[in-house]
Nanobody
């Protein structure tokens, strides 16, 4: 799966952004998809994931406790797109955000569980 993330930018605290990730390749349909973010102090951390549409996960979503209730992950299989809607953004959400794809049977929260990565898009939240 080839991935390309976009949609980052500068936003004030309390604002919203929607990140997009364009996927190419048929394996997108069977992959678990995730969003991670990287900050200089924290390294790369899990943000959200959505299970493959078929099988045990059936498109279920999972979130980091840091973003639960504020972020929403979704995918559009007809457009080969993955999204991350981010609401009520906080300065601590400032990071480079990456989309990733996993073909492992079990959905994981570690970056090592994901084999394909987009190039990253910068989100900056001002206070």
């Amino acid at each position: 799966v080839q991935l390309q993330a976009s949609g980052g930018g500068l936003v004030q605290a309390g604002g919203s952004l929607r990140l997009s990730c364009a996927a190419s390749g048929r394996s997108f349909y069977n992959a678990h998809m995730g969003w991670f973010r990287h900050t200089p102090g924290e390294g790369r951390e899990f943000v959200a994931a959505i299970g493959a549409p078929k099988g045990w996960y059936e498109g279920r979503t999972f979130y980091s406790e840091l973003v639960k209730g504020r972020f929403t992950i979704s995918r559009d299989l007809t457009k080969n797109m993955l999204y991350l809607q981010m609401n009520n953004l906080k300065p601590e959400d400032t990071a480079v955000y990456y989309c990733a794809a996993s073909r492992q049977r079990q959905l994981g929260y570690a970056d090592s569980d994901y084999a394909s990565w987009g190039q990253g898009t910068l989100v900056t939240v001002s206070s």
